[in-house]
């Protein structure tokens, strides 16, 4: 079972023990590593480090975000674009109504033009 006792510091923290770690002429593994970013395995005798963690939180501590609004959470973007089905259903997905913040049971107003579809959300308040 992996573990990791130390809670891995974040924000301005963060940054001033990495400068304290950067005189000490410490590797980015050490420092790293001393800033919480590590991961013990119970089953073997080697610490895990974990560079890609520690990189994120010290990118998000100079404020600098690189997270895509527009992923999925599966690492692709979205796209937006679908195609018909061959029984002419158009399916939005899940990202998108999430995106967008619709829950179950919203309902639509569809209004078609020469060559788009436009949907426009039912406020309930509108419902009579």
């Known amino acids: 079972m992996a573990k990791n006792s130390k809670t891995p510091l974040k924000g ?6 990495i400068d304290k770690l950067k005189q000490k002429d410490k590797t980015r593994r050490e420092i ?6 590590f991961t013990d395995n119970d089953n073997e005798d080697e610490t895990r480090v974990n560079l890609t963690d520690f990189y994120e939180a010290v990118l998000a501590a100079r404020g600098i975000d690189l997270n895509n609004d527009n992923s999925d959470g599966r690492g692709r973007d979205l796209e937006y674009r679908v195609t018909t089905h061959k029984n002419g259903q158009i399916v939005i997905g899940a990202s998108y109504t999430e995106k967008m913040g619709l829950k179950p049971g919203d ?7 020469s060559k788009h579809i436009h949907l426009k959300i039912i406020d309930k308040d509108d419902k009579v």
């Open 32 to 37: 790293a590593k001393e800033c919480g970013y």
């Open 12 to 17: 301005n923290a963060l940054l001033k023990k």
């Open 107 to 113: 309902e639509f107003e569809i209004k078609l033009g």
